[in-house]
């Protein structure tokens, strides 16, 4: 119940595309759903949140789905850049508790 | 200024020392946070703490003790290290339980 499923494992975009990535939770408690991104050799850095009072979320080429009925969000990236290749992974956390659990990631690549 | 600064980066040892990593934040947040990263790039929760004080040990084994002289300081000290703990670990603190976690840039333990 505390698991984040998140997919693809991998994905390989071409320049000027959309990356697509998907995670699914089962724990209705969970309230806050981050975004992490992940550069070889640094720590994650948020990229984009989303909380679950809202279905939509976006900031400049990044957006969240969010569908709480059927307990998963999404990441799109639009427009993706080779510089976008990272590692991304969704997580979650609720209010009562002090662990965000994270998704396995998901590693993007970006053909210039 | 780094917000969340770990040391040291990198660290190769024996099988059964004893070693320390350092993490120091200047964001002013109350919980702090240890995670390990294998080598498949999966981030698990090791410990938070909040004020100084543990609330959360994730079933780590006894060879870890964080300790957390002042809220801005979280260290980790492992014993008997093993094989098994070569992982990056990143520590990483919060404002709140349930906001953006700023993540150092990770230790990478290497037990030979």
């Known amino acids: 119940q505390q698991q984040v499923k998140q997919s693809p494992q991998s994905l390989i975009v071409q320049k000027g595309g959309i990356s697509i990535i998907n995670c699914a939770y089962e724990n209705t408690a969970f309230d806050y759903f981050p975004w992490y991104q992940q550069f070889p050799g640094k720590g994650p850095a948020l990229l984009i949140a989303?909380?679950?009072?809202?279905s939509e979320k976006k900031e400049g080429r990044f957006t969240i789905s969010f569908n709480k009925s059927a307990k998963q969000f999404s990441l799109h990236i639009m427009d993706s850049q080779p510089g976008d290749s990272a590692t991304y992974f969704c997580?979650?956390?609720?209010?009562?508790?002090?662990?965000?659990?994270f998704g396995a990631g998901t590693r993007l690549f970006v053909k210039a | 200024d780094t917000a969340v600064s770990q040391t040291p980066k990198y660290l190769v040892t024996q099988m059964g020392n004893d070693k320390s990593i350092k993490c120091e934040q200047n964001l002013g947040h109350d919980t702090m946070y240890w995670y390990k990263q294998d080598s498949k790039k999966f981030l698990k929760i090791m410990f938070s703490?909040?004020?100084?004080?543990?609330?959360i040990n994730e079933t780590v084994p006894n060879r870890f003790s964080p300790k957390s002289p002042d809220k801005a300081h979280l260290n980790l000290h492992i014993n008997s290290l093993e094989l098994g703990d070569s992982a990056v670990y990143f520590c990483?603190?919060?404002?709140?339980?349930?906001?953006?976690?700023?993540f150092g840039q990770g230790t990478r333990l290497t037990v030979v």
């Open positions: 990483a603190s919060s404002q709140y339980r349930n906001t953006e976690a700023f």
């Open positions: 703490y909040n004020n100084k004080e543990l609330i």
């Open positions: 997580a979650a956390s609720n209010a009562g508790g002090f662990k965000t659990i």
């Open positions: 989303i909380r679950p009072d809202v």
